[in-house]
């Protein structure tokens, strides 16, 4: 309602007076001349008239009245705008084909902006988020290894007072379990400082943020999803109590979808951090920090103001030395990681979109041969150039903004397909939505287009010379076509889509590569489980606490879970999910025996039992792996990777040498390390290499100990079954619960497939080789109906010449070649500007997407478009011989 | 009977607004005032005399209020507003300007010049 009240407002200051109004007060000037003129003695009948020819006809008032307060270009515009839609109802295939190349343009472009929108210009829905930084250390040998650092949460209050700082937030996240119903459910809670509302600044969908009256105090707040799975979003879910952990908590919120505080690992519950307390015996709880700069603060000033402060604070810690503060905006990594990818997909978005312009022009072109009648006509009859250059520019628009309509419409649904495809490369937080800012960008796509295309066929047609082409009815059999403007955008959209395709056949090429790429693993039908033990709960951790404990309950669990029907092998890992692209823990640096100490020897440690190289399929290639009571005792023995073996052993007598890893115990609370972990280790077996550092990078050296030397308070089980093993997870669940029945599986639970599609090289490619596939194929539709309709517009044209040609005894052959030469020429001069500017991108793009140039893709390519182009061509041009002469000569 | 006197392009407004800041008049009312106060001798060209006047409310020079005629008829009566009072003064002044200046120059004799 507001809308039309705003349009009626707007409507009213550019014309303040109706129809009605104009049309009444001229009535009663007229009336009132006409009594004058009856009054001075002319008859009623002639003073009527004579009022009217004096002072006008009532009717037309209105438009003296517009053109009076200069509307009457709007009124034209109007006129042009009617005339171009009905054009359009007049030709519906000719507006179906050109709306339609434009809305794919204008679509794919609109979902391009909105995502680049949504996740790069204004991922997070926080107050001042462009002032938020995330604080960490860089070290001065590897400035380019992150470290996050804690404060506690009096070092933040403290933090919070230095001058360059307007509010700081700390946050810890922690696994809870809900045990009110059912079978227990582990899900994330976040802890927050109790600022946490006005640090963030995002109004909660229904109740309130964590308060600073709400320290120590039971209470939660949801995030959406969490909200929507768990209550049903059911909005009365206010007041209600939530039990985790055997505590109540009070519900007083619920946050708006936008808010998936963060990152990955997004809090289902976000709770007061002063609950943090509760944590048995555990040691002062400590909060990773966000910074909330002042405003005008830059990043420098406040990294200089700030590193002396925390650095006070780190006194303790013992690596103060040889490292620096660094803010980091918190949309950097973003930017970073897929701000590449997006301009990649942009740049493909455009091309498509060029190539839907060029389409449209064609077609105008091609369908202004035969307007050129129409429009002689006018300008014989007084039409400005101007004004007809207007109303075809007009009319371009009418189809742009129709295209426009139809592509935002489908954008909506186009934008969500890169987000679903490769869902760990963009932030949690954003949420795609047709905005302001993404309607205007599509209006001025729209204009843009219209008058891209539309400009060079208004100019071109609006040159006409009426005393040449009014008489020209007869004209067809001399219609030898004079310059074509076309065949140059032919040209241009077949060297575009080439180039659109070889890139797609460059991502696909090199996706099949790594898809094919040997893993050193079986990742079919495996599937990780993760396990969180209970350590909130002070009689059951002590149950577990000890390690000896702890391998015996694990051990327990993993037979139980491997009797179960259909279960083939159970294997136990920390950490050690393949392809690990993403570690947890830095390699680890070791000794070997009969060298000396040096730093460089670098390894990654994979901690398992015996069982994961069965149950992943790794190979051994010498020795042996360990049995059950090595695994139980954990110490002094190790299996090493072939990649080991080579870089740091003479592999021909890898066994029976000794290792030692100095710095393998973790410092933490829930750890329990064996006194021995960092003793000499033998030897006992070489396996093959296994992918353990992404899917596409060289395996890395590896160190394998069973689990059993460092066990910290969560562990993963690794499943082979027969066939789909999440199927499987009903009886899993089963088999854990006859163990301990309020032992929690992680909702987590995938294949370890899954695994390798979260990879971020994996998961790039694949969205570049789909969405790239798409493009082109968009591209290479558009191309041919370009070429098709060209061609049929031109022969239908001609038809007349042909029936000459052909009575005059033209081969049938020659017929044809002259109906498509122009659009075959132009193509193949397309192909051959979009082989020599692929031969140069190529490089370049395939260096951007990270994958190799491929010549046979592009070579594919080629040929596939030449085929489609060379038919494109020939099946309208059939038309042209089809036709008997004599009934093409009737034609006319 | 005096020769009727055509009218120079652009004055017509300036004729509306001294007919109207004599007070509120509807539209046949301004014209008849207009011939009443020229004695008869203006012959206004009808056809453009209401663009003249969506011209100048439009501008905001006059403002248009309906009302009762004379006759009890329903009419638009027209009124000047402060900034048609402005700009009838300026266009005033400039007139007089202009027909003392083109007046001085015709009235002069050969001998002068």
């Known amino acids: 309602m507001s809308l039309f009240a705003a349009i009626r407002k707007l409507w009213h200051s550019i014309a303040p007076r109706t129809h009605g109004d104009v049309e009444e007060e001229f009535r009663s000037t007229l009336d009132a001349y006409q009594d004058d003129l009856i009054r001075h003695g002319l008859p009623e009948e002639e003073a009527r008239r004579k009022a009217r020819i004096d002072l006008g006809q009532p009717a037309a008032q209105y438009d003296t009245y517009r053109d009076a307060i200069g509307l009457r270009l709007f009124d034209e515009l109007g006129g042009d705008l009617r005339h171009g839609l009905r054009a359009l109802r007049r030709n519906p295939g000719f507006a179906v084909v050109a709306v339609f190349s434009l809305a794919l343009g204008i679509g794919a472009t609109t979902a391009m902006f909105s995502l680049i929108y949504a996740i790069l210009l204004h991922p997070f829905p926080y107050v001042g988020a462009d002032r938020i930084m995330n604080p960490h250390a860089i070290s001065e040998q590897h400035p380019d290894v992150f470290q996050w650092f804690t404060l506690s949460k009096a070092q933040c209050d403290d933090l919070r007072l230095a001058a360059p700082v307007d509010s700081v937030l700390g946050f810890t996240s922690g696994h809870l379990e809900i045990t009110n119903d059912g079978l227990p459910e582990d899900i994330s809670g976040v802890y927050l400082t109790e600022n946490a509302d006005t640090f963030f600044g995002v109004r909660p969908l229904f109740g309130r943020m964590i308060e600073p009256f709400d320290a120590d105090h039971p209470v939660v707040v949801l995030n959406y999803r969490f909200w929507q799975r768990r209550f049903a979003g059911d909005p009365h879910v206010i007041g209600r109590t939530l039990e985790m952990d055997h505590d109540s908590y009070t519900i007083v919120g619920v946050m708006p979808r936008s808010f998936a505080f963060f990152d990955k690992s997004v809090g289902d519950v976000y709770l007061p951090a002063s609950l943090m307390r509760a944590v048995a015996n555990g040691p002062a709880p400590s909060f990773l920090p966000w910074i909330k700069l002042r405003p005008h603060v830059t990043v420098a000033a406040a990294n200089a103001a700030l590193e002396p402060i925390v650095f006070e604070m780190a006194t303790h810690h013992s690596r103060v030395s040889g490292w620096h503060l660094g803010l980091q905006p918190i949309i950097v990594p973003y930017q970073q990681k897929t701000g590449r990818t997006l301009r990649l997909l942009l740049a493909g978005v455009v091309l498509l979109l060029i190539i839907g312009c060029a389409n449209c022009s064609i077609l105008l072109l091609a369908r202004g041969r035969t307007r050129q009648h129409e429009l002689a006509i006018r300008s014989a009859i007084g039409a400005s150039r101007w004004r007809i250059v207007r109303q075809l520019l007009v009319e371009a628009l009418v189809i742009s903004c129709t295209g426009a309509v139809v592509g935002v419409a489908a954008s909506y649904w186009l934008a969500r397909f890169p987000l679903s495809l490769s869902p760990d490369s963009f932030p949690a937080e954003s949420v795609i939505r047709i905005n302001a800012s993404v309607l205007a960008f599509s209006v001025g796509l729209a204009l843009l287009c219209g008058i891209l295309f539309g400009l060079a066929p208004a100019l071109r047609l609006s040159r006409n010379d009426p005393a040449r082409s009014l008489p020209g009815r007869q004209a067809g059999v001399v219609a030898a076509p004079r310059k074509h403007r076309w065949s140059v955008l032919i040209a241009a959209q077949v060297a575009l889509t080439l180039l659109l395709m070889a890139t797609a056949g460059t991502a696909i090429h090199s996706f099949l590569e790594l898809m094919q790429m040997p893993l050193g693993y079986d990742p079919a039908n495996v599937m990780e489980l993760a396990m969180g033990l209970h350590f909130h709960d002070t009689a059951q951790w002590r149950r577990i606490q000890s390690r000896e404990a702890r391998t015996a309950y694990i051990e327990q669990i993993r037979e139980k879970i491997a009797s179960a029907p259909g279960i083939l092998t159970v294997a136990v890992g920390t950490d050690a999910t393949p392809p690990y692209s993403d570690p947890v823990d830095t390699d680890s640096s070791f000794n070997i025996d009969g060298t000396r100490d040096h730093e460089q020897s670098q390894a990654r440690v994979m901690l398992v039992d015996q069982q994961y190289f069965a149950a992943l399929h790794i190979p051994l290639l010498q020795g042996r792996i360990w049995n059950t009571d090595e695994n139980t005792r954990g110490d002094f023995i190790a299996v090493v990777n072939r990649a080991f073996a080579t870089r740091y052993l003479s592999s021909s007598n890898a066994l029976g040498r000794q290792l030692r890893i100095a710095g393998l115990p973790l410092q933490d609370h829930f750890t329990a390390s064996s006194a021995q972990s960092t003793a000499w280790r033998q030897i006992i077996g070489v396996v093959g290499d296994a992918r353990n550092d992404g899917v596409d990078r060289p395996v890395v050296p590896a160190i394998y100990l069973p689990y059993t030397t460092v066990m910290r308070q969560y562990v993963q089980f690794f499943v082979r079954t027969q066939g789909d093993p999440l199927t499987y997870l009903h009886s899993i669940r089963a088999a854990v619960a006859s163990v301990a029945s309020d032992q929690q599986i992680s909702n987590g639970a995938f294949t370890l497939n899954e695994a390798i599609e979260r990879d971020a090289q994996y998961s790039r490619q694949r969205l570049f080789s789909i969405l790239f596939g798409v493009f082109s194929a968009m591209a290479l539709g558009l191309a041919l109906v370009g070429i098709f309709s060209l061609v049929a517009y031109s022969v239908a044209q001609r038809t007349t010449e042909f029936g000459v040609r052909l009575a005059l005894g033209a081969p049938r052959t020659h017929v044809l070649w002259i109906a498509v030469r122009i659009a075959l020429v132009s193509a193949a001069a397309g192909m051959v500007i979009g082989l020599a500017l692929d031969s140069f991108l190529g490089v370049v793009l395939a260096h951007w997407m990270q994958s190799a140039f491929a010549a046979g893709s592009l070579l594919a390519a080629a040929t596939l478009l030449a085929l489609g182009a060379f038919l494109a061509c020939l099946l309208p041009a059939r038309h042209a011989i089809a036709v008997p002469p004599a009934e093409s000569l009737r034609y006319e | ?113």
């Open chain 2, 1 to 113: 009977l005096t020769k009727p006197v055509e009218l120079p392009q652009g004055t017509l407004e300036m004729l509306i607004l001294k007919a109207v800041s004599l007070g509120p008049l509807h539209g046949y009312g301004i014209l008849l005032r207009i011939q009443q106060i020229s004695g008869e001798r203006l012959e206004i060209l009808q056809g453009s005399f209401y663009t003249a006047i969506y011209r100048l409310e439009r501008q905001g020079w006059i403002k248009g209020k309906w009302g009762e005629s004379e006759n009890n008829r329903r009419a638009r009566f027209y009124s000047l507003t402060a900034a048609g009072r402005r700009q009838l003064k300026a266009e005033s002044a400039k007139w007089t300007d202009m027909a003392a200046v083109v007046a001085g120059i015709l009235d002069k004799k050969a001998g002068e010049i």
